[in-house]
């Protein structure tokens, strides 16, 4: 049985560098136009060709999404895109509009139908395999039962690869198209341009009787996350080609941890060794970053109120907290030089230091020095040195993780 491909998302430099450090054997990314995360930060165009390089040099592939709704005045932006990203290298483009689509055959660019286009039966996808795709994503409300239906449908006469999300947001409306972000504040969702209005509490108003009701211990239009660890077995062995985990809008922390998490899940599973205990382990690891709490999707059929978020926002239990920044890193004696600009600073603490070219190193802080004086604790307005094994830069954010 092949392996399936680990895809994980990159708004940013420091999300692209832990995801490759954490295993991904495959990265997606937009850049400022034409991609479904319009409010993330994105890459420029002219970054695409450093950003191929980089994952080339890491055996990782990159695919570019062009996956928004096409406007009749977006169309000239396609052939930018596509032929910044033919230029770059980019192994394949996400997308699902036919005028993307027949853009990627003229520059004889290799396309994935993105799951905007809600591909849930074999018909559907033989269609997008006749018409060129490589891949398919399929719907999220596709069941696993359904998976393994069109998987064995579509092995023949040329066998198109599969995609499904694992891991991250879920959406309330099909495969995402959502209006209502649009009829509030005139912001299409289907632009990459969403409010997500669905994720705050809403007040319901009788007027007959004046009275209200707050709705607020049950989010009843914000999803819970996907989670498929308990599962993901099943998963590997309905014979999907890649795991995609969602969200290149959160934080580099997130994309480390799942990206993490899910790679040595699938390597325990091809080494015999993912035992209920590991994926108990594996799941408590999963709740320390940005969740709404967990729910198996429509992998086994269609959730119920389970399925809804509790909370407003983030459901992790370890957050994160803003301290400093680095002054210095001595690479011979493995001493990073840091200047507290928020907070406190303790030996014991758990930290991450951030940065654009560092990636994301984490630590425990076993000493502190301050003007060769060992202390506890330093505050707010202090410069302090720690021993840090991981290589770190001059400008990399420093935070505490706090529970």
């Not at 007040?203 to 599962?231: H, P």
């Amino acid at each position: 049985m092949k392996k399936p491909e680990l895809m994980s998302p990159a708004g940013n430099w420091v999300m692209l560098r832990v995801a490759v450090q954490n295993g991904a054997d495959a990265i997606y990314l937009g850049v400022d136009k034409l991609n479904m995360r319009a409010k993330a930060k994105n890459f420029t165009i002219s970054e695409l060709p450093e950003v191929v390089s980089f994952c080339r040099e890491n055996n990782v592939k990159v695919y570019l999404t062009v996956n928004s709704i096409i406007l009749e005045d977006d169309q000239p932006h396609i052939d930018e895109v596509l032929t910044a990203a033919k230029s770059a290298g980019v192994d394949m483009i996400i997308c699902w509009d036919i005028a993307v689509i027949a853009k990627c055959k003229q520059y004889s660019l290799p396309f994935c139908i993105s799951t905007q286009a809600s591909i849930s039966n074999s018909a559907s996808a033989k269609f997008y395999s006749e018409l060129g795709a490589e891949r398919i994503v399929l719907a999220r409300e596709c069941t696993l039962a359904e998976i393994k239906k069109i998987r064995n449908e579509t092995l023949t006469p040329k066998r198109i690869e599969i995609e499904t999300f694992i891991h991250g947001a879920m959406c309330i409306a099909v495969s995402g198209r959502c209006f209502l972000s649009h009829d509030i504040f005139n912001k299409s969702a289907n632009q990459g341009d969403c409010m997500q209005p669905c994720r705050r509490e809403y007040e319901i108003y009788d007027k007959r009787l004046d009275k209200s009701l707050l709705i607020g211990n049950d989010y009843v239009m914000s999803a819970k996350d996907l989670c498929t660890i308990e599962f993901l077995d099943q998963l590997i062995e309905a014979d999907i080609d890649s795991f995609k985990i969602e969200g290149r809008k959160r934080s580099p922390e997130y994309v480390a941890k799942v990206t993490s998490v899910y790679r040595r899940a699938i390597d325990s599973y091809f080494d015999g060794t993912l035992t209920p205990e590991k994926k108990t382990a594996f799941l408590e690891e999963l709740s320390h970053v940005y969740n709404r709490g967990f729910s198996p999707g429509f992998y086994f059929g269609k959730p119920g109120a389970e399925g809804f978020s509790s909370v407003d926002g983030n459901s992790s239990v370890r957050k994160k907290e803003f301290v400093g920044k680095v002054l210095n890193y001595y690479k011979k004696s493995g001493v990073c030089y840091v200047a507290v600009l928020s907070g406190t600073l303790q030996v014991g603490d758990e930290l991450l230091i951030i940065g654009n070219t560092t990636g994301m190193a984490e630590l425990k802080v076993s000493a502190l020095i301050n003007e060769e004086t060992n202390i506890q604790t330093a505050c707010r307005g202090d410069k302090v040195t720690f021993p840090c094994p991981l290589l770190v830069r001059e400008g990399d954010q420093v935070y505490k993780i706090v529970n």
